[in-house]
């Protein structure tokens, strides 16, 4: 974790000293107070864009050191191109590009005007920035020696002027909240496998009792008790136990069905005895990217005390090659009581949901299941990073997620069940195998693990392209991206709190 700026908002006027940044819309279209900060330097602002060919394109910056007649160190100009066609999830990507323009140097206050050419921005708008900045700031540097001589390079202090900052200050309350599970889903995708095994995830999602999230964490006793064979069978090539984790957030109505996010932990995948190749197999630290975004969901619902009943239920184990694996042509007895005839040991991420599958809608009868798991490398093939795989039951829950994932930005994109896919895992020797050959990779995982939900209302998302290992966006920087915190805390607010 970082040094992230602290954020706070106050009413406009031109501040003393620091860094200033105010917005242009194409055309190099000035809100007021930009335009006064143009007329206090003597029309520097629209002569330093005429002279860098600064049109006021969207995410496009012009930085103007020492502008005379004010009295900033620096004066950044960002574009938002054009302002009709902005859509939500564009004003974090503008915060996170006011954080990647500013001047690193010894001054380190920021002060932003939350304004655009229409006048003041909304408290949705302003929050939406200052999110960005945040969490385009992150950065994991935990291990690396610092030299002490270089200066932080991440503000210390953000100011945005707004319009209300009352009402920007309530929006903020819960947009930093948000914030935060986003980080905290990147710092345990971002870990390494030495140092955050099951145990040690299990501590760290054990720590949100601290927000009023009631957890148990289970270990594999009581796992055996409860028949989570399928689980346990691909820990057990691991020198490590398996952990499943349950986390229960209760903010509304008492008795009222809870929402359930099941998450996908292998801390580390090898493959098992189906052995990966050696190249880029470090990425597999980040194979808990689902269970990072429910910890990341559940602390940013905690934090924001949601009004909704949500509960998070994560399996934690390694996969792992080892005299005690798991082999290939292994038949293992699934806690549904369905059997499965293992023809790969690399696909493990299956095993260990089903399991959760069945145990979290057998005794919560959620109103919608939701699990989430870096499952497969099809997905990729499929979508690359910039939508993860959804797979639903019901078509309005469809929906309303892909509704949700515009919103942030988290997006989704739906992919296809159906009966014909399903047919692909049937095995000879047990009631299904755990893969389905070369073709729809994507597609017969999640027909698999459509066998352990029954004909309730079901959610599979396959963020394998998404949570880790994607190109660097606006704001996002590190391996581990958060993903699908965002995209989860907004369907629970749209849908289930009011
Ligand atoms: N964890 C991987 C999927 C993955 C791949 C996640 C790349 C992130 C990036 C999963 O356990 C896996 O190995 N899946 C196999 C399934 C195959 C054996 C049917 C895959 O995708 O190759
Ligand atoms: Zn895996
Ligand atoms: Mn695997």
Redesign the pocket.
């Known amino acids: 974790m970082v040094s992230v700026p602290t954020i706070q908002f106050r009413p406009v006027e031109l501040p003393a000293s620091g860094t200033l940044v105010v917005f242009a819309a194409d055309g190099m279209t000035l809100g007021e107070s930009a335009r006064r900060a143009d007329e206090a330097s003597d029309g520097l602002i629209t002569a330093a864009a005429e002279a860098q060919g600064f049109k006021g394109k969207r995410f496009a910056t012009l930085t103007i050191p020492l502008p005379r007649g004010l009295s900033a160190r620096a004066l950044v100009v960002v574009g938002l191109g054009d302002v009709a066609k902005l859509g939500e999830a564009d004003w974090a990507k503008l915060g996170g590009t006011v954080a990647g323009a500013l001047p690193s140097g010894p001054d380190t206050d920021v002060t932003v005007f939350a304004e655009g050419p229409e006048g003041a921005l909304t408290a949705e708008q302003a929050a939406d920035i200052a999110l960005g900045i945040v969490l385009r700031s992150y950065t994991f540097d935990i291990y690396k020696k610092k030299p002490s001589d270089e200066p932080d390079p991440a503000p210390r202090a953000v100011t945005l002027c707004v319009a209300s900052t009352a009402a920007v200050e309530a929006r903020w309350q819960a947009v930093e909240a948000i914030a935060a599970g986003t980080m905290a889903a990147r710092d345990l995708v971002n870990e390494p496998a030495n140092v955050l095994g099951p145990v040690e995830f299990a501590a760290r999602a054990a720590a949100l009792a601290d927000l009023g999230v009631e957890i148990t964490v289970m270990e594999p006793a009581e796992l055996e008790e409860l028949d989570m064979k399928m689980l346990l069978g691909v820990a057990q090539g691991s020198e490590r136990p398996a952990r499943v984790v349950l986390m229960q957030w209760k903010g509304g109505a008492e008795g009222a069905a809870p929402v359930a996010l099941v998450g996908k932990g292998?801390v580390f995948?090898t493959?098992g005895i189906?052995i990966?190749p050696a190249g880029g197999m470090e990425?597999?630290k980040?194979?808990m990217g689902g269970a990072a975004a429910v910890v990341g969901t559940m602390t940013a619902i905690a934090k924001r005390k949601a009004k909704a009943n949500v509960i998070g239920i994560i399996g934690l184990v390694e996969n792992m090659p080892d005299g005690k694996a798991q082999r290939p042509g292994d038949i293992v007895r699934s806690k549904s009581g369905q059997t499965v005839e293992i023809i790969?040991t690399?696909?493990?991420?299956r095993l260990v949901l089903g399991d959760l599958l069945t145990y979290t809608i057998d005794r919560f009868s959620p109103a919608v299941t939701i699990d989430l798991a870096?499952?497969?490398?099809?997905i990729?093939v499929a979508l690359g990073h910039f939508h993860a795989g959804l797979y639903a039951t019901e078509d309005d829950t469809a929906a309303k997620l892909l509704a949700a994932g515009t919103a942030t930005g988290d997006q989704v994109w739906r992919m296809p069940l159906s009966k014909d896919y399903d047919g692909l895992i049937d095995s000879k020797v047990a009631d299904m195998k755990n893969?389905g050959g070369r073709s729809a990779?994507s597609i017969t995982a999640a027909q698999f693990l459509k066998r352990y939900v029954g004909e309730t209302n079901w959610v599979h998302i396959d963020l394998?392209g998404t949570a880790?290992?994607g190109p660097t966006t606006e704001i996002s920087r590190t391996f581990g991206s958060g993903w699908g915190v965002r995209l989860l805390e907004r369907y629970i607010a749209d849908n289930f709190e009011g």
């Open positions: 292998v995948d493959g189906s990966k990425d597999m980040g194979d790969n690399d696909a493990e991420g870096t499952l497969t490398g099809a990729i893969t990779g394998a880790m290992g």
